[in-house]
C-alpha cells in the first residue's frame, strides 16, 4: 500500500496518548458486529486491546488522510499502522499491508553472518 494515512480517534475513550509513540506499529482491524459504524474498523495493540478507530467523520478525519470508509474495501480483515504524527487529541498514521510488517510467512528467514554467529533475519514487530 503505497503512502496511505488515517486518522486515529477516540483515543482518550480508552489509553489516551500513551500507546502511541513516533514510529510504533500496531494493528488496524475491521470491526464487523459494529452497531454504530458497518465500516468501522479499530485499532489495537495485543496486550492492550483497542487503542482507537480509524476516523470516518468529516470533524475528525484530518486534511490529508483517508476515512475509514475509504479505506475499508483496500484492507482485507486486518491491515497494520505505523504512527508517524501525535496531536493533542489524535494519531495521524501510515497504513500498511500484513507483507509489509509480517514478511512472507512461506519463506523461512534468511541467514546472516555476524561475527561468526549465525542469526536469523526477520522483520521488525513493532508493538507486536
Known sequence: MENVFI???GVKNYFGMKPFK???????VKEYDNDYDE??????????????Y???????????????G??????????????????HSSVIALVL???EVEG???????????SGNSKPKTKAKIGF
Open 22 to 28: 513516533i514510529g510504533k506499529i500496531f494493528r488496524i
Open 70 to 87: 475509504r479505506l475499508y474495501d483496500k484492507i482485507d480483515d486486518y491491515a497494520y499502522a505505523q504512527t508517524m504524527f501525535i496531536t
Open 97 to 99: 499491508s500484513p507483507d
Open 104 to 114: 512472507d510467512k512461506d519463506t523461512p528467514p534468511v541467514k546472516e553472518k555476524e
Open 7 to 9: 486518522t486515529i480517534t
Open 54 to 68: 480509524v476516523a470516518n467523520s468529516t470533524s475528525t478525519v484530518y486534511a490529508g488522510t483517508v476515512s475509514a
Open 39 to 52: 465500516e468501522a474498523i479499530r485499532a489495537e495493540l495485543p496486550a492492550i486491546d483497542t487503542i482507537g
